[in-house]
């Protein structure tokens, strides 16, 4: 029996949020749209959402509520290790303990792209033992962060990372 298994923010990957996005964006048919939003959430084929009896389509679609609700209120992370699958990272609050080449990446990545979760928290999150950008292939720490990161914890680090960065470029303006 198919079932939704990704049935809160936590669950949901920052790969499997971008695929919503894609699939609430689309100009379909809203009963494809809820066959592709529903297999994200079963972890399925969309084929076998359709293949389902609509009884059962409507069971699923009542346990989805909490994708129109938004994602949750930002919660502050005060973790200073974060664990992403098998990977445990270095949480890097501070923007006075960014290196020059972190915070510049951070800038570039935020004025190319600022949707890009995964690569601007690539910029905060450091593989644990490890200095920024030496020694590990930042791609590797994006995929992670890609395909393991739920988005409730996600958005809460983008959010204050973000709050943080507009704080600072605040207050090194000179008149």
């Known amino acids: 029996m198919i079932d939704i298994v990704k049935d809160s923010w936590s669950k949901i990957t920052v790969d499997d949020y971008y695929r919503i996005m894609e699939i609430i964006k ?12 529903l297999a994200v959430l079963c972890d ?3 084929k076998d959402i359709l293949s389902l009896k609509l009884p059962d389509i409507i069971r699923l679609k009542q346990k989805t509520g909490f994708i129109s609700e938004g994602l949750p ?34 800038q570039t990545i935020i004025k190319q ?18 200095e920024y950008g030496e020694d590990y292939d930042v791609e590797d720490v994006i995929k992670d962060i890609r395909f393991n990161m739920g988005m409730d914890v996600a958005n809460s680090l983008v959010f204050f990372c973000i709050k943080k960065w507009m704080k600072y470029v605040g207050d090194s303006v000179i008149f």
Do not use: C
Not at 100 to 106: G, L, N, P, T, V
């Open 26 to 37: 689309e100009d379909k048919d809203d009963m494809m749209k809820d066959a592709e939003l």
């Open 44 to 46: 399925v084929f969309p």
């Open 73 to 106: 209120r930002h919660k502050k992370i005060k973790a200073d290790n974060i664990k992403i699958g098998d990977n445990t990272y270095k949480l890097i609050h501070k923007i006075d303990k960014y290196t020059a080449a972190q915070f510049i990446d951070f």
């Open 113 to 130: 792209d600022k949707n890009d979760i995964a690569r601007i928290l690539s910029t905060i999150l450091i593989p644990k033992g490890k």
